[in-house]
Every structure is written in C-alpha cells, then in structure tokens.
C-alpha cells in the first residue's frame, strides 16, 4: 500500500503502470508510435494526440490487469500534466481526471522531468546526497542540484537545442531515421570518431549552460564538405558528433560535481540510455571518487512507471490536484 495507477502521454508514448509504495512496480505498459511519427521523420503533434485518444483505454485496462489488482484497489491516480505537447498532454489528463472522479480517488499531477529523475530514485534507493543530476531528454538539457529526493535546483540547461533533440536532427541529416539517437549510437558502432573534428561547444566556458545548434551546423557542413570530395563515410560522422556531444554532457557534469562538492552523480531521461554516455560517465564517476547511476534502459525513455513513483511522496504528503487542474506545455 498505497497502490498508484500512472499515466504519461506527454508525447509519443501511452503509458499506464501500477506502483506500490513508489518502488515496487506491478505494471508497466508502454504503447510506442514510433513506427508511425518514423513515417514523418518526427513526432507528429497532432498525430500523437489521436493516436493516445485511441490507445489509452486499452494501455490503462492492461497495466491495471498486469499488477493482478482490480480498480478498486488504487489508492490514486497520477499524471503527467506538464511539459510536453498539449494536446496530448491533455488525453492523458482528461482520462486520469475522468477515472479518479469515478473511483472517487484523489488526482496527483506529476511534472515529466522530476518524472525521469524518480526512474533513479526507484531503481537506486540509496542515492547519496548532494547529487548532481544530468537530465537529456528530447526536450530538455539540464543540470539541477539535488539536496535531497525532492529538493533540488537548477544549476545549468541548454541555451538551444536539447542534447535528444540534437540527435534526432543530425539523425535526419545524415539519413539515419527516427529516433535519432538510437540510430546514431548504431550507427556510430561501426564508425571511427576523429575521422571528422567536430567542435566541443562551451566546454570553454565557466558556466554550466549547454549549446548544440552549433555542433549540429558543424555536422552539416562538414558532411557537404565530405559529400563534395567523395569522402562522406556516416558511421564515423554519427561516432564523431555522438562523441563530441557526450563528451561536453560528461565534461559539465564532472564540474558541477566538483564545484557543489556532490556525493554522486544521476543520468536521466530518454539520452540517458546511450551507451557511450553511460560508459564515459560511469569511469569519469570512478576517476573521481563519486558513484554514478542511471535507470534500467526501459525506464530512461518515456514511462508511467516513473509518473507513478514521483506520485508516491506527494500522496504521502497529501498533494492533490484539484479535478479543474491545467495541462501545461511548457514549465
Ligand atoms: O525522455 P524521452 O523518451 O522523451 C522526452 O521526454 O523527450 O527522450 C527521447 C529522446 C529522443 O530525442 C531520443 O533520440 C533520445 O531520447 N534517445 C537517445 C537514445 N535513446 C533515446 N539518445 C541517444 N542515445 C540513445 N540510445
Ligand atoms: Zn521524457
């Protein structure tokens, strides 16, 4: 006890999970559209809505019977109502606002990002405190400053693009489909990085602010470069930038550690699963004394495994959501 139901569709998956006590997980359905935004080259706002309005009801009834519970048994219903993209940020909302008015279960609206930083929590329960927590999703590039499992402060984030948002778009560029980071890190195994130079942007600078439309414009140009002298070879492009954008990730977290003295370090959100960020990370950690965790790869992408567990202190708390509340697209 208590028994959560999750529910995250803040952009291109339906997700529905149950959670026990905010660690034990019973369920975790995730429904990907993947094969229908590949067809696009990208998620598909309006798309994803519809796809959500027509899976959510089945995505819900499957991880409510996968737990081995019945609906009577949950104690609340958590969703994601904030950042992603409204539309269907709202399908997810509207459900859960619907389901807990008829179970009259309280509400507990949950924010994405801390959604990806629970994933750790869950998975890791004995985190030491301070942290420096990276989160590199498609949507955000932050670095925050955890006190403890719920306070925590921002520190440094991207002046432009998001470290996932980079890989989808050099991802298309260069022609290795949707989504991009998995493509690349696929393609960048057979690749050779130092083929191409690639620039490792604001790793000069004191701050802890990222930047990565200029490494995706490098990219750019220097594969029409290469085109031009028949020397265009993907894999080493894909190893090259994959590198470069990793290195700054790693290089600016190590900083941070060490200028706010942090005990460990945490990886979060879909990038987290490359594996050559978690590699680099995990024996920068070692070098520097400080134990570095991540979550299992099916909790890094989206999930409501981790809405449900992010939901778990504030129901302890008693933090409802009135039923009025808002989707927001944006912090
Ligand atoms: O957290 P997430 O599932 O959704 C958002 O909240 O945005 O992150 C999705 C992002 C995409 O940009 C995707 O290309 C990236 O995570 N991603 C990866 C890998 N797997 C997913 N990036 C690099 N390497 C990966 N293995
Ligand atoms: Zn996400």
Known sequence: ??????????????????????????????????????????VVPEVASRK?????????????????????????????????????LLVGLSFAKAFAYGLNIPLITVNHLYGHIYANIIEHPHIEFPAICLVVSGGHTSLLLMENESD????????????????????????????????????????????????????????????????KTAVMNQWRKAQQRGEAHVNDMAAEFQRALVEVLVEKTMEAAKRYKAQSIIMSGGVAANSLLRELMMSRGQESGRPVYYPSLSLCTDNAVMIAGAAYPMFVQGRFAPLNVNAQASL
């Open 1 to 42: 006890m208590p028994y959560i139901l999750g529910i995250e569709t803040s952009c291109d998956e339906t997700a529905a999970a149950v959670v026990e006590n905010g660690r034990h997980i019973l369920s975790n359905i995730v429904n990907s559209q993947i094969d229908i935004h590949r067809l696009f080259g990208g």
């Open 152 to 215: 925590y402060q921002l520190i440094g984030e991207t002046l432009d693009d998001a470290a996932g948002e980079a890989f989808d778009k050099v991802a298309r560029f260069l022609g290795l489909g949707y989504p991009g980071g998995p493509a690349i890190q696929k393609a960048a195994e057979s690749g050779q990085p130092g083929r191409y130079s690639l620039p490792r942007v604001f790793l000069n600078r004191s701050d802890l602010d990222f930047s990565f439309s200029g490494l």
């Open 52 to 88: 959500h309005v027509e899976n959510i009801g089945l995505v819900v009834e499957k991880a409510i019977a996968g737990s081995g519970l019945t609906m009577a048994d949950l104690d609340a219903v958590a969703v994601t109502n904030r950042p992603g993209l409204i539309g269907a």
